[in-house]
């Protein structure tokens, strides 16, 4: 039985949402859904299909794909076990892993490549801060079937048109090679050695990581670290001449396609299923937080969850952090606003009126119908504040003429008069007009 909040006593604490987990209100999700359009519309022109999956996936999914010793599997993922029958469960941290699920579990590589692309919110135990949520969302794209380097440089320009349709500039490309297995052993044991050597310098975490997962040493944000880091042996050294042929082939794309890159060798990512190419995205203008898209190849991946092997390439985008740099741009349109706001002074008027409004939506004109009655002249503020071009006033000498007053609301200019009531339809594209 579900518990009641008995009549009396103490007014219940008013219930918050979770910490580092945001409501996403008007008229700011507005912006949202330009946004969401406009990658859309991008997906379409480079060929991705939209693909959507869980958001909750067995816990060793992640466990899997990630690696033990990355920051999500170790201390980031919202795990639980499913109370009716004991699964072990986890809330998506990023989408990789549960799409390359889906395309071995429904064998959709059958036939060949697929460019997939999905949207959705991602869930990471983080300290909440700018640009840093608990739950925060994500766009990302997967091309999965096909071993590059053409499919790896399309999936980075992809994200520069991106950047072009958002109208954001700033943003900067990041490149590195990951190269194969035995090429980063090979680069490992160098690396541990270097780091052994100079085993005062080493952070705790370092010291832990440092036989675990001695790669992810190069990505530390501590600054203490950064002159050993900088000396550490470079992993592009070790490359073999395939490794370096994919890499040289990516690179010779986006020089083709006039798309500047800093080629970054202690670019390594979070997680353990990247070969080959990987990059990101970053600016200056979001503080710390300054990776707006991060990706690569993870050749590797489809066999470690079971599948055969199939390689891919993908990246994800955090839509939070390329939200807050379009506001700083200001290049999203402004909010949309109704064609058209019903006035209906009496409510006797109220089933023309519907009928009226009605055909108008039909005919693609956004209308907003008056609610709750009132005056006159209160409906008329509210019609002001929608934002609206035009208020229909259904009142009046008019409506017994069987006609409805179209007045102008913003261009004092604009012609004021009257419409019939039937055929709404055949003037609906007046109200259209800017
Ligand atoms: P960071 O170094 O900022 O923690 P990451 O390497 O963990 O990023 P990815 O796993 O590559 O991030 O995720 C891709 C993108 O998702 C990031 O570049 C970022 O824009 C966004 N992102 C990641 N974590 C968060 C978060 N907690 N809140 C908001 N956006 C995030
Ligand atoms: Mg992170």
Redesign the pocket.
């Known amino acids: 039985m579900p518990e009641h909040t008995p009549a009396t006593g103490p007014a219940p604490a008013p219930l918050r949402a979770v910490k580092g987990m945001n409501d996403i209100l008007p008229p700011d999700s507005a912006r949202w859904e330009w946004f969401e359009e406009t990658v859309r519309a991008l997906m379409r022109r480079y060929g991705y299909l939209n693909i959507r999956v869980p958001i909750v996936e067995p816990t060793p999914l992640f466990v899997r794909s990630l690696g033990e010793v990355t920051?999500?599997v170790e201390k980031e993922m919202y795990s639980f076990i499913d109370s009716m029958n004991g699964d072990a469960l986890t809330l998506r941290p990023?989408g990789t892993a549960g799409v390359v699920r889906a395309a071995v579990e429904h064998s959709m590589l059958y036939d060949g490549g697929k460019r997939l692309y999905y949207m959705g919110p991602m869930f990471?135990h983080?300290r909440p801060q700018r640009?840093?949520?608990?739950q925060?969302h994500?766009v990302g794209v997967e091309a999965l079937g096909y071993a590059g380097p053409d499919v790896d440089a399309e999936v980075i320009l992809m994200c520069r048109a991106l950047w072009r349709d958002l109208g954001l500039a700033d943003v900067r490309l990041e490149l590195n090679c990951l190269g194969q297995a035995g090429e980063r052993r090979a680069h490992r044991a160098a690396l541990v050695a270097h780091l052994e050597a100079h085993r005062e310098g080493l952070d705790a975490e370092a010291q832990r990581r440092l036989h675990s997962n001695p790669l992810r040493i190069l990505d530390t944000k501590n600054p203490a670290m950064q002159p050993l880091v900088e000396t550490a042996p470079k992993l592009i050294d070790y490359l073999g001449e395939a490794s370096l042929r994919h890499f040289e082939g990516v690179c010779g794309a986006l020089d083709a396609a006039g798309q500047a890159y800093r080629v970054n060798h202690r670019l390594v990512?979070?997680m353990d299923y990247y070969a080959l190419t990987v990059f990101?995205w970053t600016t200056d203008r979001l503080g710390a937080?300054g990776?707006?898209?991060?990706g690569g190849r993870y050749d590797g991946l489809a066999e470690l969850i079971g599948g055969k092997p199939a390689p891919g390439i993908g990246w994800?985008?955090?839509i939070?952090?390329v939200l807050e740099l379009l506001q700083q741009a200001g290049t999203a349109p402004p909010p949309p606003v109704p064609d058209a706001y019903a006035v209906v002074p009496d409510a006797a008027a109220l089933p023309v009126a519907v009928q009226v409004t009605e055909a108008l939506r039909g005919a693609g004109v956004a209308v907003l119908m008056h609610a709750g009655g009132g005056s006159m002249k209160a409906q008329f503020r509210r019609a002001d504040a929608s934002g609206a071009r035009w208020a229909l006033v259904f009142g009046g000498d008019e409506l017994g003429q069987g006609l409805v007053a179209v007045k102008p609301l913003r261009d004092a200019a604009a012609a004021q008069g009257t419409r019939p009531l039937a055929d709404a339809a055949a003037w609906a594209a007046e109200l259209l007009k800017r």
């Open positions: 920051d999500i990023e990471r983080e640009g840093r949520y608990r925060f994500q990512r979070g990101e937080q990776t707006v898209c991060g994800g985008l955090g939070e952090r």
